[in-house]
T-cell receptor, first 114, second 109 residues
Framework: NAGVTQTPKFRVLKTGQSMTLLCAQD?????MYWYRQDPGMGLRLIHY???????AKGEVPDGYNVSRLKKQNFLLGLESAAPSQTSVYFC?????????????FGPGTRLTVL | GQSLEQPSEVTAVEGAIVQINCTYQ??????LSWYQQHDGGAPTFLSY??LDGLEETGRFSSFLSRSDSYGYLLLQELQMKDSASYFC??????????WGAGTKLIIKP
């Protein structure tokens, strides 16, 4: 039982390049989330999904796109990276849909945009 | 807007007790969660309060007062491994977590 895994762990991009971050979970969770965390700050929700084939915008969605083609996978795309997107990206999953909503996090992807 | 306020840093001595406060303002509210994050690591769940009162889990306890929009995390018998950042997070009406900026707990021997 691997929990939540993220690929890659580190990445350096040049401004304007694109990339996709992959998140996978083996807990059969319905809900999945993408967050970003900047130094000295809490997590901010980028996009989330309440089930296979669904996605929704979070607090800071601009510049990102997501897809949830399979229940266990949630992809985060950056079409044209900008230095402001330098951050640590965390994926999380939960059973969702109830007031008790413990989220399980992946190890994070550290992204630098030059 | 939605926001959670918590102190940026708290210092305590090994073996002591420390309390980390959190006040929240959200559109709809289901409950308050607490997460721990070590440097370079991922957040891990500590506790959740949906109702007023104290929840105890080993050395950690969490309290909620819905009427005051306030909660706290209490850590007892502090150990050096408790040095980390602690985040409160409120669940809003969309079942989304709104996070505070985190409290860095520094423990001195």
């Amino acid at each position: 039982n691997a929990g939540v895994t993220q690929t890659p762990k580190f990445r350096v991009l040049k401004t304007g390049q694109s990339m996709t971050l992959l998140c996978a979970q083996d807990m059969n969770h319905e809900y999945m989330y993408w967050y970003r965390q900047d130094p000295g700050m809490g997590l901010r929700l980028i996009h989330y999904s309440v089930g296979e084939g669904t996605t929704a915008k979070g607090e800071v969605p601009d510049g990102y796109n997501v897809s949830r083609l399979k229940k266990q996978n949630f992809l985060l795309g950056l079409e044209s990276a900008a230095p402001s997107q330098t951050s640590v990206y965390f994926c999380a999953s939960s059973t969702g849909g109830s007031s008790y909503n413990e989220q399980f996090f992946g190890p994070g992807t550290r992204l630098t945009v030059l | 807007g939605q926001s959670l306020e918590q102190p940026s840093e708290v210092t305590a001595v090994e073996g002591a007790i420390v309390q980390i406060n959190c006040t929240y303002q959200t559109s709809g509210f289901y409950g308050l969660s607490w997460y721990q994050q070590h440097d370079g690591g991922a957040p891990t769940f500590l506790s959740y309060n949906a109702l007023d009162g104290l929840e105890e889990t080993g050395r950690f306890s969490s309290f909620l007062s819905r009427s005051d929009s306030y909660g706290y995390l209490l850590l007892q018998e502090l150990q050096m491994k408790d040095s980390a950042s602690y985040f409160c997070a409120a669940m809003d009406s969309n079942y989304q977590l709104i996070w505070g900026a985190g409290t860095k707990l520094i423990i001195k021997p």
